[in-house]
């Protein structure tokens, strides 16, 4: 089924399914080792819809929201090395489609990847997605929707709000990453809440594009800085770089006036669903 909630069950039955729904398709892409790249990107996308989930019914789960989004937040961090393997010659090939030799040893020092278990990674991060599915049935879920949309929902448009000003304050990897995280978890919520028919989320897909297109230049940029010199001249790499710098300028560019428009009201309750619904 959808990353919707509907009227065929009750509220806490609806986020019971589809969290569980969530799990076990992480697991499942991470079934086949020798499909690291896809596998990866799946079973984090799935991590982090569950995550927020999570942050619609944190101000109901109480504890249980830190035990379990911390064992989420673990699981998705032991999968980031080899998704950020896979990224930093996607961002290359994308930003040099058509390059000459000036940077092929950049590429080359790109391809090589952290040295990494990936059949025990995947097994590991199976065996926890696993274990938190057999905990849901237990989970404090609220039967109200009303309570989850007035608190968890207003909650994380204002954390979204918050992150955006600290991003016009200082557009650091840090402070915009953080911002791109908040979108996407108030991007999630408009989904469970409303389905994928308005036009404010197709504008919060296009600011999450633009933010994760920057954040993965800054991964390229932290990887060219582990160790210069595997990546060959050092006044190519700094041209690189220059030309990294360029793109994340354009790019944000584009992504704040954006946020800031769609993060304009002071609160989010004009976002709501109009109907009412408890069960």
Not at 109 to 125: N, P, Q, S, Y
Not at 150 to 164: C, D, V
Not at 237 to 256: C, E, G, H, P
Request: aromatic letters at 6%; proline letters at 3%.
């Amino acid at each position: 089924m959808s990353f919707r909630l509907t009227k065929e069950e009750s509220f806490s039955d609806e986020i019971r399914r589809i969290v569980l729904e969530q799990l076990t398709k992480a697991a499942d892409q991470l079934s086949n080792p020798k499909k690291v790249d896809r596998g990866v990107h799946e079973a984090r996308r799935c991590i982090k819809k569950v995550r927020g989930v999570l942050r619609l019914i944190q101000p109901e789960m109480r504890s249980v929201y830190e035990a379990e989004n911390g064992q989420l937040r673990a699981l998705g961090r032991g999968l980031a090395d080899l998704r950020d393997d896979a990224v930093v010659l996607e961002v290359f090939d994308s930003l040099l489609p058509k390059r000459g030799n000036r940077f092929d040893a950049v590429r080359r020092g790109l391809e090589t990847k952290h040295t990494a278990d990936v059949t025990k990674i995947f097994r590991e991060t199976m065996t926890g997605l696993r274990a938190i599915a057999k905990r849901v049935e237990y989970w404090p879920v609220t039967h109200d929707v009303d309570t989850a949309m007035s608190s968890g929902f207003q909650a994380t448009y204002q954390r979204g709000k918050k992150a955006l000003g600290k991003a016009l304050e200082n557009a650091s990897p840090e402070n915009l990453h953080l911002f791109r995280k908040r979108v996407k978890e108030h991007r999630f919520h408009l989904s469970l809440l409303f389905g994928d028919e308005t036009k404010r989320l197709d504008d919060l897909r296009q600011l999450e594009v633009l933010l994760g297109d920057d954040h993965n230049l800054s991964v390229l940029r932290d990887r060219l800085d582990q160790n210069p010199a595997l990546y060959g001249d050092p006044l190519d790499v700094s041209a690189f770089q220059a030309l990294l710098t360029r793109k994340q300028r354009q790019l944000q560019a584009r992504a704040l006036p954006l946020g800031r428009r769609l993060y304009a009201m002071e609160e989010a309750d004009s976002l709501m669903p109009v109907s009412r619904r408890t069960a």
